[in-house]
């Protein structure tokens, strides 16, 4: 059995963070692995309290896992601060991890900064060339570029300026866009625009969290990246199109039993 490692914060209400990573992983076949970036209280309204962790226990986390059932992918999630990114760059090189999706959580669905300020160059100039692929929303994909993006031509001229930055594949989600929900694949070679059509509903949170770590599980069972990524693409709308309709606010999607 393959395994994964999702390297991110708790989500209280279970619909994003390691929590949504472990669902996908399971709804892939994979056996997944956890080192806890961070706690939160929160649920489908608010984020209401994040306690980040000591960087030396992320790493410890990651240590004691990979060291003992390997990891043949890793999502990155959420890291909090500049010293986590710190600690997680390391540990990313100390194993030489493969198949790394990096899913740059910067803001919470209701607007909670997620990430510290001075942390975002670090993740930039540390974690950024060490990911198989990155997997920003439109909001962090401007944070990382400092580009405006309105539509798709800024979205493929944001992938582009992350490559020249040293990433290796990019996806810019179009999720907070109008329209069709385009996403831009580039890896410096080839340039793709995953569309589906949108799914009307409020009930969207965990997508970013469920979409990179569909693309983790898929890598690890030995799909390429862009076989993986595509079928990422598929697995997340139809969990929003199922989504259980749970809460007062931005519900969870649903992860089962819809692997096809």
């Known amino acids: 059995m393959r395994t994964a490692l999702t390297i991110a914060g708790s989500d209280s209400g279970g619909g994003a963070g390691l929590q949504a990573d472990l669902k996908t992983f399971a709804a892939h076949g994979v056996f997944g692995l956890t080192a806890i970036t961070a706690v939160t209280a929160q649920n489908t309204q608010q984020v209401a309290a994040v306690l980040p962790l000591p960087p030396e226990l992320v790493s410890a986390q990651i240590d ?18 500049a010293a986590i990114v710190t600690a997680v760059a390391g540990a990313v090189e100390r194993y030489r991890l493969p198949n790394v999706v990096l899913d740059t959580v910067m803001i919470a669905k209701g607007g909670a900064a997620l990430l510290e300020d001075d942390a975002i160059e670090v993740m930039r100039t540390t974690l950024l060339p060490l990911a198989t692929v990155i997997t920003p929303n439109i909001p962090e994909a401007e944070r990382l570029t400092g580009r405006r993006i309105a ?27 109008a329209g ?5 694949f580039d890896d410096g070679k080839t340039v793709i625009e995953l569309s589906a059509e949108r799914v009307a509903t409020r009930h969207t949170h965990g ?7 569909a693309i983790a599980a898929r890598l690890a069972l030995g799909s390429d990246l862009r076989t993986a990524i595509e079928h990422a693409k598929r697995y997340v709308t139809r969990a929003i199109a199922e989504a259980p309709h749970l ?7 649903q992860h089962f039993p819809i692997v096809r």
């Open 247 to 253: 809460g007062h606010g931005h519900g969870p999607v």
């Open 151 to 177: 539509g798709l031509s800024d979205m493929l001229a944001a992938a582009r300026d992350l490559i020249d930055a040293g990433a290796r594949a990019v996806v810019v989600k179009g999720g907070h866009l």
């Open 64 to 81: 004691a896992v990979v060291s003992d059932f390997g990891a043949a992918a890793t999502k990155i999630g959420m890291l909090g601060t």
């Open 180 to 184: 069709s929900a385009i996403d831009v």
């Open 207 to 213: 997508t970013g969290c469920t979409f990179s770590s």
